[in-house]
């Protein structure tokens, strides 16, 4: 990216549903609901390409969160602070 930062997150294999298993039962169906991604989707499988999407992009803030963390050393501080190093 010209000028700019790039960051990516890897993820080899995230198995991720929409339809079937789990996602009857009532809350797991209302948590995909809010997300848009509840049912198969059109064209089928949509739908779990798109939660997969999110699962990725909130990886990514979580790592990008850690790397904040890590250079601020908050992290050490807090480890510190709670007796755990």
Do not use: W
Request: aromatic fraction near 2%; glycine fraction near 20%; charged fraction near 10%.
């Amino acid at each position: 990216v010209e000028g700019g930062v790039y960051v990516s997150v890897s993820i080899p294999s995230l198995p991720v549903g929409t339809v079937g298993g789990g996602t009857g039962v009532e809350t797991q169906h209302e948590c995909l609901a809010m997300l848009g991604v509840a049912g198969g989707g059109d064209p089928p499988g949509a739908n779990a390409k798109a939660f997969g999407e999110i699962v990725a992009a909130a990886v990514l803030a979580g790592e990008l969160s850690l790397l904040g963390a890590l250079a601020a050393q908050h992290l050490a501080r807090a480890h510190q602070n709670l007796g755990r190093g």
